[in-house]
């Protein structure tokens, strides 16, 4: 029988749309166990710092996320020992604050531009200055974006039966998602287009940061994006509910990758498109 952590990963990959003779296909990473893609980072950051002896347990592990690394940080927390505090900007959804306390973890909540400006610089200072305080730093974390390239792409590649992918479509925050799906999709398909989606500047979409902000975070390879799009709020939103009406109920970033594969699908006459959806949507009610 396996722990819920071995649960991690080996998320489902369904078929969401045909239209044009083209397909959308997307990885539905709300059955993580804590709900959300970050479970998979959460697992291997914590793992790795163990393994090569920067942590142990009892410590305090400090993170900047918008929810979701928070999460699953908390939950692998509780299960391998760690206490977890969160820097989290003060719009994430009340759901997700209150998951990260059941978890026993600690939500600081910080004011939105102080957060995009501080929050890393914040966790710095709190782990050099606190005994026993660790700061992963999913942005710089290169087991972000490998846990990507070596999990989640090879199941994606496993999924497909056979298909060939044309284009790859992902919401883009600390980037370890794009770059590490995104470089072995790259290796397995050569002409592949890997697209990235950014809200449209001094717009929120959860868990979605845009590189106009002026931070491109270290993990994230720009090279490999073909093309980034902005998109507005309310076009995320609109499509994150247009999905849920069709049985599938996901997150704001969700809605905004399923949008840019819309316009894609529309554009393009028999393609295979692949996109993730990052979270469930019952953290967003
Ligand atoms: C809901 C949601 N979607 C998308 C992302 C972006 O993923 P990545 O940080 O791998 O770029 C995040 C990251 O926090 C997220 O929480």
């Known amino acids: 029988m396996k722990t819920i952590l071995e649960h991690i990963g080996n998320t489902p990959l369904v078929k969401v ?20 893609i970050k479970d998979r980072i959460a697992l291997n950051m914590i793992r790795s710092a163990e393994k090569d002896g920067t942590i142990k347990k009892g410590d305090t ?7 979701n690394t928070g999460i699953g940080l908390s ?23 209150k998951m990260i306390r059941a978890f026993g973890g600690e939500a600081i909540l910080v004011e939105n531009l102080r957060y995009k400006k501080f929050a890393i610089e914040d966790a710095r200072d709190m ?8 700061f992963l730093n999913q942005y710089e974390n ?16 496993n999924q497909l039966e056979g298909k060939q992918l044309d284009y790859f479509i992902a919401g883009m925050g600390t980037g370890g998602t794009i770059t590490g799906i995104g470089k072995k999709l790259k290796e397995k398909f050569p002409a592949i287009k890997i697209i990235g989606v950014q809200p449209v ?31 507005e709020e309310s076009k995320a939103i609109e499509t994150k509910d247009d999905l849920a ?22 554009n393009n006459e028999g393609v295979n498109i692949i996109t993730i959806f990052p979270d469930r949507g019952e953290r967003y009610i």
């Not at 290169?142 to 590649?157: D, G, Q, R």
């Not at 590189?211 to 994230?220: A, E, T």
């Not at 009406?245 to 529309?266: F, N, T």
């Open 17 to 36: 749309e045909e239209e044009n003779n083209s397909s959308i296909f997307a990885k539905m990473e709300g059955f993580n166990p804590g709900g959300s």
């Open 61 to 67: 592990l400090i993170e900047p996320t918008s929810g």
């Open 75 to 97: 939950m692998v927390g509780a299960m391998l020992g760690y206490n977890v505090k969160v820097i989290m900007p003060e719009t994430t959804s009340i759901e997700k604050i």
């Open 127 to 134: 782990a050099k200055n606190g005994a026993g305080i660790h």
């Open 142 to 157: 290169m087991n972000n974006p490998y846990t990507h390239y070596e999990n989640t792409a090879e199941e994606i590649i």
């Open 201 to 231: 500047q001094n717009q929120t979409i959860e868990g979605l940061r845009s590189i106009k902000d002026g931070f491109v975070p270290p993990i994230m390879d720009v090279d490999l994006i073909d093309e980034i799009y902005d998109l």
């Open 245 to 266: 009406k069709k049985g599938i109920l996901v997150g704001p970033s969700s809605g905004a990758a399923m949008y840019i594969c819309r316009e894609i699908c529309k």
